[in-house]
Protein backbone atom coordinates (compact mmCIF):
# COMPACT_ATOMS: atom_id res chain seq x y z
CA UNK A 1 0.00 0.00 0.00
CA UNK A 2 0.99 3.65 -0.64
CA UNK A 3 2.38 6.25 1.84
CA UNK A 4 0.63 8.78 -0.41
CA UNK A 5 -1.99 10.27 1.19
CA UNK A 6 -5.34 9.06 0.02
CA UNK A 7 -8.19 11.20 -2.07
CA UNK A 8 -11.43 8.94 -2.58
CA UNK A 9 -13.65 11.22 -5.14
CA UNK A 10 -16.89 10.17 -6.67
CA UNK A 11 -19.33 11.88 -8.90
CA UNK A 12 -22.81 11.41 -8.46
CA UNK A 13 -24.27 7.60 -9.78
CA UNK A 14 -26.01 8.82 -13.16
CA UNK A 15 -29.96 8.00 -13.47
CA UNK A 16 -30.52 5.05 -16.14
CA UNK A 17 -33.42 6.33 -17.41
CA UNK A 18 -32.13 7.78 -20.42
CA UNK A 19 -28.91 8.32 -22.69
CA UNK A 20 -26.32 10.14 -21.36
CA UNK A 21 -26.52 14.09 -22.20
CA UNK A 22 -23.57 17.29 -21.88
CA UNK A 23 -25.51 17.70 -17.96
CA UNK A 24 -23.58 13.77 -17.41
CA UNK A 25 -20.59 14.88 -19.57
CA UNK A 26 -19.92 18.55 -17.71
CA UNK A 27 -20.41 16.14 -14.19
CA UNK A 28 -17.82 13.39 -15.18
CA UNK A 29 -15.08 15.47 -17.12
CA UNK A 30 -15.35 18.52 -13.76
CA UNK A 31 -14.51 15.32 -11.16
CA UNK A 32 -11.64 13.58 -13.98
CA UNK A 33 -9.92 17.33 -13.71
CA UNK A 34 -10.07 17.18 -9.73
CA UNK A 35 -8.72 13.85 -9.66
CA UNK A 36 -5.88 14.33 -12.18
CA UNK A 37 -4.88 17.20 -10.66
CA UNK A 38 -4.93 15.42 -7.51
CA UNK A 39 -2.33 12.73 -8.79
CA UNK A 40 0.11 15.23 -10.15
CA UNK A 41 -0.31 16.74 -6.29
CA UNK A 42 1.26 13.42 -4.74
CA UNK A 43 -2.07 11.79 -4.01
CA UNK A 44 -3.42 7.87 -4.07
CA UNK A 45 -6.60 8.66 -6.10
CA UNK A 46 -9.21 6.64 -5.93
CA UNK A 47 -12.16 7.92 -8.24
CA UNK A 48 -15.57 6.39 -8.67
CA UNK A 49 -18.47 6.57 -10.70
CA UNK A 50 -21.56 4.24 -12.26
CA UNK A 51 -25.34 4.18 -12.55
CA UNK A 52 -28.18 4.31 -10.29
CA UNK A 53 -30.62 1.59 -11.76
CA UNK A 54 -33.50 1.17 -9.65
CA UNK A 55 -36.97 3.11 -8.83
CA UNK A 56 -40.29 3.59 -10.50
CA UNK A 57 -38.59 5.90 -13.36
CA UNK A 58 -36.48 3.17 -14.42
CA UNK A 59 -39.42 0.24 -14.22
CA UNK A 60 -41.46 2.33 -16.29
CA UNK A 61 -38.92 3.73 -18.87
CA UNK A 62 -38.24 -0.46 -19.26
CA UNK A 63 -41.92 -1.11 -19.63
CA UNK A 64 -42.16 1.96 -22.52
CA UNK A 65 -39.59 0.24 -23.88
CA UNK A 66 -40.79 -3.23 -24.02
CA UNK A 67 -37.84 -4.56 -21.91
CA UNK A 68 -37.14 -6.09 -18.62
CA UNK A 69 -36.20 -3.42 -16.21
CA UNK A 70 -32.62 -5.53 -15.93
CA UNK A 71 -32.04 -5.87 -19.45
CA UNK A 72 -32.96 -2.29 -20.37
CA UNK A 73 -30.99 -1.15 -17.61
CA UNK A 74 -27.39 -3.19 -18.87
CA UNK A 75 -28.23 -0.91 -22.39
CA UNK A 76 -28.18 2.09 -20.86
CA UNK A 77 -25.04 1.32 -17.93
CA UNK A 78 -23.42 0.43 -21.15
CA UNK A 79 -23.21 3.96 -22.91
CA UNK A 80 -22.40 5.53 -19.73
CA UNK A 81 -19.29 3.37 -19.39
CA UNK A 82 -18.83 4.17 -23.29
CA UNK A 83 -18.87 7.93 -22.18
CA UNK A 84 -16.33 7.30 -19.51
CA UNK A 85 -14.12 6.08 -21.77
CA UNK A 86 -15.06 8.59 -25.20
CA UNK A 87 -14.38 11.11 -22.84
CA UNK A 88 -11.09 10.41 -21.38
CA UNK A 89 -12.38 9.98 -18.15
CA UNK A 90 -9.91 8.57 -15.33
CA UNK A 91 -12.16 6.89 -13.00
CA UNK A 92 -10.66 3.90 -11.11
CA UNK A 93 -14.05 2.13 -10.50
CA UNK A 94 -17.60 2.27 -12.17
CA UNK A 95 -20.34 0.96 -9.74
CA UNK A 96 -23.81 0.04 -10.92
CA UNK A 97 -26.85 -0.58 -8.21
CA UNK A 98 -27.64 -3.98 -9.91
CA UNK A 99 -24.56 -5.33 -8.78
CA UNK A 100 -25.03 -8.06 -5.63
CA UNK A 101 -22.01 -6.42 -3.75
CA UNK A 102 -24.22 -3.28 -3.80
CA UNK A 103 -28.05 -5.58 -2.66
CA UNK A 104 -25.68 -6.82 0.11
CA UNK A 105 -24.37 -3.49 1.02
CA UNK A 106 -27.92 -1.56 1.03
CA UNK A 107 -29.04 -4.65 2.74
CA UNK A 108 -26.33 -4.14 6.11
CA UNK A 109 -26.78 -0.41 5.75
CA UNK A 110 -30.58 -0.55 6.43
CA UNK A 111 -30.22 -3.66 9.20
CA UNK A 112 -27.87 -0.68 10.68
CA UNK A 113 -30.84 1.64 10.65
CA UNK A 114 -32.89 -0.90 12.13
CA UNK A 115 -30.47 -1.32 14.51
CA UNK A 116 -29.99 2.00 15.90
CA UNK A 117 -33.81 2.70 16.18
CA UNK A 118 -34.24 4.58 13.43
CA UNK A 119 -36.73 2.48 11.37
CA UNK A 120 -40.16 1.82 11.82
CA UNK A 121 -43.71 0.99 10.40
CA UNK A 122 -46.28 3.27 9.25
CA UNK A 123 -48.16 4.16 6.55
CA UNK A 124 -47.28 7.29 3.93
CA UNK A 125 -50.07 9.86 2.33
CA UNK A 126 -48.29 12.25 0.29
CA UNK A 127 -46.95 13.92 -3.16
CA UNK A 128 -44.37 12.20 -4.88
CA UNK A 129 -42.73 12.76 -7.65
CA UNK A 130 -41.58 10.29 -10.28
CA UNK A 131 -39.14 12.14 -12.26
CA UNK A 132 -37.43 12.96 -8.84
CA UNK A 133 -38.13 9.85 -7.45
CA UNK A 134 -38.62 12.11 -4.17
CA UNK A 135 -41.17 13.71 -1.82
CA UNK A 136 -42.66 16.77 -1.79
CA UNK A 137 -44.48 18.57 0.71
CA UNK A 138 -47.22 20.76 -0.49
CA UNK A 139 -45.83 24.25 0.23
CA UNK A 140 -42.63 22.79 -2.07
CA UNK A 141 -45.53 22.66 -4.76
CA UNK A 142 -46.53 24.91 -7.27
CA UNK A 143 -49.90 24.78 -8.76
CA UNK A 144 -50.28 24.72 -12.32
CA UNK A 145 -54.36 25.37 -13.38
CA UNK A 146 -55.26 21.52 -11.77
CA UNK A 147 -52.04 20.45 -11.39
CA UNK A 148 -49.51 20.43 -8.89
CA UNK A 149 -45.59 20.60 -9.65
CA UNK A 150 -41.91 20.35 -8.45
CA UNK A 151 -40.23 23.55 -8.15
CA UNK A 152 -38.68 21.54 -11.13
CA UNK A 153 -41.32 21.29 -12.99
CA UNK A 154 -42.19 18.03 -12.91
CA UNK A 155 -45.68 16.31 -12.14
CA UNK A 156 -46.65 14.73 -8.63
CA UNK A 157 -49.26 12.32 -7.60
CA UNK A 158 -50.52 11.56 -4.44
CA UNK A 159 -49.58 8.28 -2.80
CA UNK A 160 -51.10 6.29 0.00
CA UNK A 161 -49.45 3.20 0.90
CA UNK A 162 -47.65 1.62 4.10
CA UNK A 163 -43.94 2.19 3.75
CA UNK A 164 -40.82 2.13 6.60
CA UNK A 165 -39.62 6.14 7.91
CA UNK A 166 -36.28 6.66 9.03
CA UNK A 167 -36.22 8.78 12.09
CA UNK A 168 -34.89 11.74 10.02
CA UNK A 169 -35.95 14.46 12.55
CA UNK A 170 -33.63 12.86 15.27
CA UNK A 171 -30.78 14.22 12.86
CA UNK A 172 -31.67 17.98 12.48
CA UNK A 173 -29.63 19.01 16.03
CA UNK A 174 -26.40 16.95 15.08
CA UNK A 175 -26.49 17.85 11.14
CA UNK A 176 -26.35 21.25 12.50
CA UNK A 177 -24.17 21.08 14.81
CA UNK A 178 -21.55 18.92 11.78
CA UNK A 179 -22.48 22.15 9.24
CA UNK A 180 -21.40 24.58 12.18
CA UNK A 181 -18.41 22.02 12.89
CA UNK A 182 -17.57 22.11 9.32
CA UNK A 183 -17.86 24.98 7.51
CA UNK A 184 -17.09 23.26 3.86
CA UNK A 185 -19.26 20.14 4.28
CA UNK A 186 -21.60 21.51 2.21
CA UNK A 187 -19.72 23.89 -0.66
CA UNK A 188 -20.22 26.57 -2.44
CA UNK A 189 -21.01 28.27 0.28
CA UNK A 190 -24.36 29.68 -1.48
CA UNK A 191 -25.58 25.87 -1.47
CA UNK A 192 -24.00 25.04 2.50
CA UNK A 193 -26.51 28.27 3.63
CA UNK A 194 -29.22 27.62 1.49
CA UNK A 195 -29.20 23.65 3.02
CA UNK A 196 -29.03 25.48 6.77
CA UNK A 197 -31.69 27.53 6.39
CA UNK A 198 -33.41 24.14 5.50
CA UNK A 199 -32.39 22.14 8.48
CA UNK A 200 -33.35 25.08 10.85
CA UNK A 201 -37.04 24.81 9.93
CA UNK A 202 -36.46 21.24 11.45
CA UNK A 203 -36.69 17.84 9.42
CA UNK A 204 -39.59 15.60 9.25
CA UNK A 205 -39.14 11.49 9.11
CA UNK A 206 -38.46 9.88 5.85
CA UNK A 207 -40.13 7.60 3.90
CA UNK A 208 -37.78 4.91 2.83
CA UNK A 209 -39.56 2.15 1.44
CA UNK A 210 -42.27 1.69 -1.84
CA UNK A 211 -44.94 -1.39 -1.85
CA UNK A 212 -46.37 0.35 -5.43
CA UNK A 213 -43.37 -1.21 -7.31
CA UNK A 214 -41.37 -4.03 -7.90
CA UNK A 215 -37.83 -2.72 -9.52
CA UNK A 216 -35.47 -2.19 -6.46
CA UNK A 217 -33.51 -3.92 -3.47
CA UNK A 218 -36.52 -5.83 -1.10
CA UNK A 219 -36.08 -4.53 2.41
CA UNK A 220 -34.48 -7.34 4.63
CA UNK A 221 -37.56 -9.00 6.66
CA UNK A 222 -40.31 -7.58 4.55
CA UNK A 223 -39.87 -8.33 1.12
CA UNK A 224 -43.29 -6.74 0.26
CA UNK A 225 -41.11 -2.94 0.71
CA UNK A 226 -38.73 -2.09 -1.72
CA UNK A 227 -36.13 0.18 0.16
CA UNK A 228 -36.16 3.77 -1.37
CA UNK A 229 -34.38 4.14 -4.56
CA UNK A 230 -32.52 7.31 -2.75
CA UNK A 231 -31.27 5.35 0.24
CA UNK A 232 -30.19 2.49 -2.42
CA UNK A 233 -28.59 4.97 -4.76
CA UNK A 234 -26.78 7.32 -2.34
CA UNK A 235 -25.15 3.67 -0.66
CA UNK A 236 -22.91 2.94 -3.75
CA UNK A 237 -20.28 5.35 -2.68
CA UNK A 238 -19.85 3.01 0.37
CA UNK A 239 -19.86 -0.12 -0.94
CA UNK A 240 -17.62 0.79 -3.54
CA UNK A 241 -15.15 1.26 -0.82
CA UNK A 242 -15.54 -2.29 0.49
CA UNK A 243 -18.44 -2.02 2.71
CA UNK A 244 -19.97 -3.86 4.96
CA UNK A 245 -16.19 -4.99 5.27
CA UNK A 246 -15.06 -2.47 7.83
CA UNK A 247 -12.36 -4.52 8.50
CA UNK A 248 -10.66 -4.81 4.80
CA UNK A 249 -7.98 -3.25 3.93
CA UNK A 250 -9.60 -1.30 1.30
CA UNK A 251 -11.99 0.15 3.20
CA UNK A 252 -10.15 1.30 5.98
CA UNK A 253 -8.08 2.61 3.28
CA UNK A 254 -10.30 4.77 1.58
CA UNK A 255 -13.58 5.52 3.56
CA UNK A 256 -14.38 7.80 4.28
CA UNK A 257 -15.00 9.52 0.62
CA UNK A 258 -13.01 12.89 0.57
CA UNK A 259 -15.97 14.76 -1.48
CA UNK A 260 -18.60 14.06 -3.46
CA UNK A 261 -19.55 15.77 -6.97
CA UNK A 262 -23.50 16.40 -7.56
CA UNK A 263 -25.34 18.67 -9.28
CA UNK A 264 -26.61 21.12 -7.31
CA UNK A 265 -30.19 19.99 -7.68
CA UNK A 266 -29.59 16.63 -5.11
CA UNK A 267 -27.60 18.38 -2.75
CA UNK A 268 -30.15 17.85 -0.20
CA UNK A 269 -30.40 14.22 -0.47
CA UNK A 270 -25.89 14.02 -0.93
CA UNK A 271 -25.48 16.91 2.19
CA UNK A 272 -28.32 15.95 4.45
CA UNK A 273 -30.12 12.61 4.16
CA UNK A 274 -26.93 10.55 3.68
CA UNK A 275 -25.08 12.30 6.30
CA UNK A 276 -28.22 11.29 8.70
CA UNK A 277 -27.88 7.56 7.57
CA UNK A 278 -24.29 7.31 8.04
CA UNK A 279 -24.67 8.74 11.81
CA UNK A 280 -27.56 6.22 11.95
CA UNK A 281 -25.43 2.95 10.59
CA UNK A 282 -22.16 4.31 13.03
CA UNK A 283 -19.91 4.99 9.60
CA UNK A 284 -17.54 8.23 9.22
CA UNK A 285 -18.94 11.38 7.10
CA UNK A 286 -17.42 12.29 3.85
CA UNK A 287 -15.32 15.40 4.03
CA UNK A 288 -17.71 17.18 1.52
CA UNK A 289 -20.32 17.18 -0.60
CA UNK A 290 -19.91 20.13 -4.20
CA UNK A 291 -22.81 21.27 -5.87
CA UNK A 292 -22.21 22.27 -9.17
CA UNK A 293 -24.11 24.46 -11.85
CA UNK A 294 -26.31 23.22 -14.78
CA UNK A 295 -25.46 24.09 -18.54
CA UNK A 296 -27.65 25.69 -20.45
CA UNK A 297 -27.74 26.56 -24.49
CA UNK A 298 -27.59 30.04 -25.65
CA UNK A 299 -29.20 30.94 -21.65
CA UNK A 300 -31.80 28.08 -22.37
CA UNK A 301 -32.06 24.82 -20.50
CA UNK A 302 -31.77 22.14 -22.66
CA UNK A 303 -34.68 20.29 -23.66
CA UNK A 304 -36.37 17.99 -26.31
CA UNK A 305 -39.52 20.01 -27.21
CA UNK A 306 -37.39 23.27 -27.98
CA UNK A 307 -34.39 20.58 -30.30
CA UNK A 308 -31.18 21.95 -27.87
CA UNK A 309 -30.32 18.74 -26.75
CA UNK A 310 -26.75 18.38 -26.85
CA UNK A 311 -25.49 15.01 -26.31
CA UNK A 312 -21.73 14.74 -25.31
CA UNK A 313 -20.62 13.13 -28.73
CA UNK A 314 -21.97 15.55 -30.94
CA UNK A 315 -20.27 18.14 -29.20
CA UNK A 316 -16.82 15.87 -29.20
CA UNK A 317 -17.13 15.05 -32.27
CA UNK A 318 -17.73 18.69 -33.63
CA UNK A 319 -14.98 20.64 -31.63
CA UNK A 320 -12.44 17.76 -30.54
CA UNK A 321 -12.27 15.68 -26.87
CA UNK A 322 -9.52 18.12 -25.58
CA UNK A 323 -11.09 21.65 -27.48
CA UNK A 324 -14.41 20.08 -25.42
CA UNK A 325 -12.68 19.49 -21.83
CA UNK A 326 -11.25 23.04 -21.55
CA UNK A 327 -14.23 24.88 -23.09
CA UNK A 328 -16.70 23.80 -20.34
CA UNK A 329 -14.11 23.84 -17.27
CA UNK A 330 -12.77 27.47 -18.51
CA UNK A 331 -15.67 29.22 -19.80
CA UNK A 332 -17.87 28.30 -16.28
CA UNK A 333 -17.10 29.37 -12.82
CA UNK A 334 -16.97 26.10 -11.15
CA UNK A 335 -20.18 25.88 -9.02
CA UNK A 336 -22.37 28.29 -10.63
CA UNK A 337 -24.33 28.07 -14.06
CA UNK A 338 -23.35 28.67 -17.61
CA UNK A 339 -24.50 28.89 -20.70
CA UNK A 340 -22.97 27.41 -23.92
CA UNK A 341 -23.04 28.61 -27.27
CA UNK A 342 -21.12 27.70 -30.56
CA UNK A 343 -19.71 31.53 -30.82
CA UNK A 344 -18.42 30.71 -26.90
CA UNK A 345 -16.64 27.28 -27.94
CA UNK A 346 -14.89 28.11 -30.99
CA UNK A 347 -13.59 31.73 -29.34
CA UNK A 348 -11.86 30.06 -26.76
CA UNK A 349 -10.63 26.43 -29.03
CA UNK A 350 -9.34 29.76 -31.68
CA UNK A 351 -8.00 31.91 -28.96
CA UNK A 352 -6.67 30.16 -26.04
CA UNK A 353 -5.98 26.55 -27.42
CA UNK A 354 -5.06 27.57 -30.96
CA UNK A 355 -3.47 31.37 -30.75
CA UNK A 356 -1.85 30.80 -27.30
CA UNK A 357 -0.99 27.48 -26.00
CA UNK A 358 -0.61 25.70 -29.26
CA UNK A 359 1.34 28.29 -31.68
CA UNK A 360 3.91 29.05 -28.88
CA UNK A 361 4.36 25.41 -28.93
CA UNK A 362 4.62 24.92 -32.53
CA UNK A 363 6.65 27.78 -33.26
CA UNK A 364 9.19 27.22 -30.26
CA UNK A 365 9.87 23.45 -31.10
CA UNK A 366 10.05 23.99 -34.65
CA UNK A 367 12.76 26.48 -34.10
CA UNK A 368 14.24 24.38 -31.92
CA UNK A 369 14.14 21.69 -34.87
CA UNK A 370 15.75 23.90 -37.67
CA UNK A 371 18.37 25.96 -35.35
CA UNK A 372 19.40 23.22 -32.69
CA UNK A 373 20.03 20.36 -34.69
CA UNK A 374 16.75 18.95 -33.00
CA UNK A 375 17.88 18.18 -29.64
CA UNK A 376 17.19 20.68 -26.40
CA UNK A 377 19.12 23.56 -26.74
CA UNK A 378 22.54 24.12 -24.51
CA UNK A 379 21.63 27.86 -22.55
CA UNK A 380 24.31 29.90 -21.71
CA UNK A 381 23.95 32.59 -18.66
CA UNK A 382 20.38 33.62 -17.25
CA UNK A 383 19.32 37.31 -17.74
CA UNK A 384 16.66 39.02 -15.43
CA UNK A 385 13.74 38.90 -17.95
CA UNK A 386 14.98 34.55 -18.26
CA UNK A 387 14.57 34.23 -14.53
CA UNK A 388 11.41 36.47 -14.07
CA UNK A 389 9.67 33.80 -16.67
CA UNK A 390 11.08 30.57 -15.06
CA UNK A 391 9.75 31.90 -11.80
CA UNK A 392 6.11 32.68 -13.01
CA UNK A 393 5.97 28.88 -14.33
CA UNK A 394 7.76 27.41 -10.87
CA UNK A 395 5.27 29.21 -9.28
CA UNK A 396 2.69 26.93 -10.88
CA UNK A 397 2.60 24.37 -8.21
CA UNK A 398 1.17 27.01 -5.47
CA UNK A 399 -1.05 29.02 -7.95
CA UNK A 400 -2.46 26.00 -9.37
CA UNK A 401 -2.85 24.14 -5.71
CA UNK A 402 -4.49 27.15 -4.05
CA UNK A 403 -7.29 27.09 -6.66
CA UNK A 404 -8.22 23.56 -6.45
CA UNK A 405 -8.05 23.94 -2.79
CA UNK A 406 -11.56 25.49 -3.54
CA UNK A 407 -12.23 23.23 -6.81
CA UNK A 408 -11.67 26.25 -8.85
CA UNK A 409 -11.12 24.85 -11.76
CA UNK A 410 -11.63 28.19 -13.82
CA UNK A 411 -9.04 30.24 -11.38
CA UNK A 412 -6.49 27.08 -12.31
CA UNK A 413 -6.70 27.63 -16.21
CA UNK A 414 -6.34 31.26 -15.15
CA UNK A 415 -3.38 30.98 -13.53
CA UNK A 416 -1.51 28.58 -16.20
CA UNK A 417 -2.58 31.05 -19.09
CA UNK A 418 -1.37 33.78 -17.18
CA UNK A 419 2.02 32.32 -17.61
CA UNK A 420 1.21 31.08 -21.70
CA UNK A 421 0.54 34.63 -21.80
CA UNK A 422 4.31 35.87 -20.43
CA UNK A 423 5.77 33.20 -22.55
CA UNK A 424 3.88 34.60 -25.78
CA UNK A 425 5.41 37.78 -24.69
CA UNK A 426 8.74 36.99 -23.81
CA UNK A 427 8.85 34.98 -27.05
CA UNK A 428 8.01 38.26 -29.12
CA UNK A 429 9.98 40.43 -27.00
CA UNK A 430 13.31 37.99 -27.17
CA UNK A 431 12.73 37.36 -31.26
CA UNK A 432 14.74 34.35 -31.16
CA UNK A 433 14.18 34.25 -34.86
CA UNK A 434 16.63 37.51 -35.13
CA UNK A 435 18.73 36.24 -32.66
CA UNK A 436 19.43 33.02 -34.80
CA UNK A 437 21.61 35.85 -36.88
CA UNK A 438 22.96 38.17 -33.86
CA UNK A 439 23.71 35.88 -30.96
CA UNK A 440 22.72 32.23 -31.74
CA UNK A 441 24.16 31.42 -28.35
CA UNK A 442 21.65 33.85 -27.19
CA UNK A 443 18.74 31.76 -29.19
CA UNK A 444 19.66 29.09 -27.77
CA UNK A 445 18.82 30.54 -24.03
CA UNK A 446 15.87 31.77 -24.97
CA UNK A 447 14.83 28.51 -27.06
CA UNK A 448 16.11 26.75 -23.75
CA UNK A 449 13.80 29.09 -20.93
CA UNK A 450 11.15 28.88 -23.28
CA UNK A 451 11.27 24.88 -23.88
CA UNK A 452 11.55 24.10 -20.17
CA UNK A 453 7.93 26.79 -19.49
CA UNK A 454 6.14 24.83 -22.25
CA UNK A 455 7.10 21.79 -20.20
CA UNK A 456 5.55 23.16 -17.09
CA UNK A 457 2.34 24.69 -18.73
CA UNK A 458 2.12 21.05 -20.42
CA UNK A 459 2.50 19.49 -16.81
CA UNK A 460 -0.21 21.81 -15.43
CA UNK A 461 -2.60 21.59 -17.83
CA UNK A 462 -2.64 17.80 -18.06
CA UNK A 463 -5.78 17.59 -16.02
CA UNK A 464 -7.51 19.42 -18.43
CA UNK A 465 -6.16 18.57 -21.87
CA UNK A 466 -4.35 15.19 -21.29
CA UNK A 467 -4.11 14.11 -25.12
CA UNK A 468 -2.59 17.50 -25.86
CA UNK A 469 -0.46 18.05 -23.12
CA UNK A 470 0.74 14.75 -23.54
CA UNK A 471 1.67 15.09 -27.21
CA UNK A 472 3.70 18.53 -25.93
CA UNK A 473 5.34 16.33 -23.30
CA UNK A 474 6.10 13.93 -26.16
CA UNK A 475 7.73 16.34 -28.09
CA UNK A 476 10.01 18.00 -25.62
CA UNK A 477 10.96 13.97 -25.08
CA UNK A 478 9.86 14.01 -21.41
CA UNK A 479 9.25 10.35 -19.93
CA UNK A 480 5.96 9.34 -18.19
CA UNK A 481 7.31 9.27 -15.35
CA UNK A 482 8.77 12.90 -15.07
CA UNK A 483 5.43 14.20 -17.08
CA UNK A 484 2.53 13.18 -15.16
CA UNK A 485 1.59 10.06 -17.01
CA UNK A 486 1.43 6.32 -15.99
CA UNK A 487 3.35 5.82 -12.89
CA UNK A 488 4.59 9.39 -12.55
CA UNK A 489 5.76 10.92 -9.85
CA UNK A 490 3.87 14.04 -8.54
CA UNK A 491 4.94 17.60 -9.40
CA UNK A 492 6.66 18.31 -6.75
CA UNK A 493 9.40 15.60 -7.53
CA UNK A 494 9.97 16.33 -10.93
CA UNK A 495 12.91 17.55 -12.23
CA UNK A 496 14.17 21.00 -12.02
CA UNK A 497 14.81 21.88 -15.68
CA UNK A 498 14.86 19.99 -19.33
CA UNK A 499 18.25 18.17 -20.26
CA UNK A 500 19.94 20.19 -22.77
CA UNK A 501 21.00 17.69 -25.69
CA UNK A 502 18.03 15.53 -25.13
CA UNK A 503 16.76 14.59 -28.99
CA UNK A 504 13.70 15.36 -29.27
CA UNK A 505 11.15 14.27 -32.11
CA UNK A 506 9.83 16.28 -35.21
CA UNK A 507 7.15 18.25 -33.97
CA UNK A 508 3.55 18.83 -34.67
CA UNK A 509 0.28 20.97 -33.46
CA UNK A 510 -1.43 20.07 -31.11
CA UNK A 511 -4.43 22.64 -31.21
CA UNK A 512 -5.31 23.45 -34.85
CA UNK A 513 -7.51 26.49 -35.23
CA UNK A 514 -11.63 25.61 -35.62
CA UNK A 515 -12.80 26.37 -38.99
CA UNK A 516 -16.53 25.71 -40.00
CA UNK A 517 -19.18 26.68 -41.94
CA UNK A 518 -21.66 26.15 -38.77
CA UNK A 519 -20.19 25.59 -35.86
CA UNK A 520 -23.70 24.78 -34.17
Known amino acids: MTDKPKFYITTAISYVNGAPHLGHAYEAISTDVIARYKRLDGYDVFFLTGTDEHGQKVESSARAQGMEPKAFCDMIAAQFEEMTRTLNISNDGFIRTT ?105 KDLSV ?59 RFHAIYWPAFLMSAGAPLPGQVFGHGFLTIEGQKMSKSLGNVVTPDAMRETYGLDQMRYFLMREVPYGNDGSVTPEAIVQRINSDLANDLGNLGQRVLTMIARNCGGRVPEPGGFTAEDEALFAAAEALPGETRRAMEDLAIHR ?33 TVLYVLADVIRQLAIF ?60
Do not use: C
Open 99 to 203: EPRHYASTRAIWQKLVDAGDIYLGSYAGWYSVRDEAYFSEDELVRDGDRWLTPGGAEVEWIEEPSYFFRLSAYTDRLIAHYEANPDFAAPPHRRNELMNFLRQGL
Open 461 to 520: VQPVVPDAAGALLEQLAVPDEEGGGEGARDFAALPARLTPGTVLPAPWPVFPRFVAEDAA
Open 412 to 444: MLEAIWRVVGDANRYVDAQAPWALRKTDPARMN
Open 209 to 267: SRTSFRWGVPVPGDDEHIVYVWLDALTNYITAAGYPDEESEFYRRYWPADIHIVGKDIM
